[in-house]
């Protein structure tokens, strides 16, 4: 990756940021919450614990630059909402994918779309990426439309191997 270290975005009414300890209540919601894992297979983060220890290997992976992990926070208010982060590169560089979870109380108000549109121009601007792709449950209206309003196209010929549930999304810098 061609960035060094990582970088803070702002759009007109947010601050993308880096992960902080203090984050550990809403990483644990986020994480376990019924609602906002309905279409997700991932592992919980129930405890504290939990939630800290995701923290740090999250950051760990940021340091090592293997991965880009934004917390969603208003610019009036720094109290994490939601997350976005570009992941699993590959070997090259030049393909990562994309993903995105936000607090229900929060959806519904263009603000996956605006961090979505920061982390793509990012990704294809700072790091020099080809390709950035999606996967979401076939079932996901909300994420399905938000992709394709941001330029996405369905993978038609691709499956995920490790969720038969998932459609395949991508979009090629241009």
Same mark, same amino acid.
Request: charged content about 35%; proline content about 1%.
């Given at each position: 990756?061609?960035?060094?270290?990582?970088?803070? *975005?702002?759009?007109? @009414?947010?601050?993308?940021?880096?992960? +902080?300890?203090? #984050? /550990?209540?809403?990483?644990?919601?986020?994480? &376990? =919450?019924?609602?906002?894992?309905?279409?997700?297979? @991932?592992?919980?983060? $129930?405890?504290?614990?939990?939630?800290?220890?995701?923290?740090?290997?999250?950051?760990?992976?940021? #340091?090592?630059?293997?991965?880009? %992990?934004?917390?969603?926070?208003?610019?009036?208010?720094?109290?994490?909402?939601?997350?976005?982060?570009? /992941?699993?590169?590959?070997? !090259?560089?030049?393909?990562? $994918?994309?993903?995105? =979870?936000?607090?229900?109380?929060?959806?519904?108000?263009?603000?996956?779309?605006? &961090?979505?549109?920061?982390?793509?121009?990012?990704?294809?601007?700072?790091? !020099?990426? #080809?390709?950035?792709?999606? %996967?979401?449950?076939?079932?996901?209206?909300?994420?399905? +439309?938000?992709?394709?309003?941001?330029?996405?196209?369905?993978? @038609?010929? +691709? +499956? #995920?191997?490790?969720?038969?549930?998932?459609?395949?999304?991508?979009? *090629?810098?241009?």
């Amino acid at each position: 990756m061609k960035q060094n270290h990582f970088s803070e *975005i702002k759009t007109k @009414r947010l601050l993308l940021r880096k992960l +902080k300890n203090s #984050d /550990w209540k809403m990483i644990s919601y986020l994480r &376990s =919450d019924k609602k906002v894992n309905e279409f997700v297979k @991932r592992p919980g983060a $129930e405890s504290k614990e939990k939630a800290l220890e995701f923290i740090s290997k999250t950051n760990n992976s940021i #340091d090592n630059r293997n991965l880009y %992990y934004w917390v969603i926070s208003e610019k009036n208010n720094s109290e994490m909402i939601g997350s976005i982060c570009l /992941w699993n590169f590959s070997e !090259d560089q030049k393909t990562a $994918e994309v993903g995105y =979870d936000l607090s229900a109380e929060f959806q519904r108000k263009g603000i996956m779309d605006e &961090s979505l549109k920061s982390v793509l121009q990012f990704g294809f601007k700072k790091l !020099d990426l #080809d390709l950035i792709e999606a %996967y979401t449950h076939h079932n996901n209206e909300s994420s399905k +439309k938000l992709l394709e309003r941001n330029g996405f196209t369905l993978v @038609r010929d +691709k +499956k #995920d191997k490790h969720n038969q549930d998932n459609l395949i999304y991508e979009i *090629i810098n241009e």
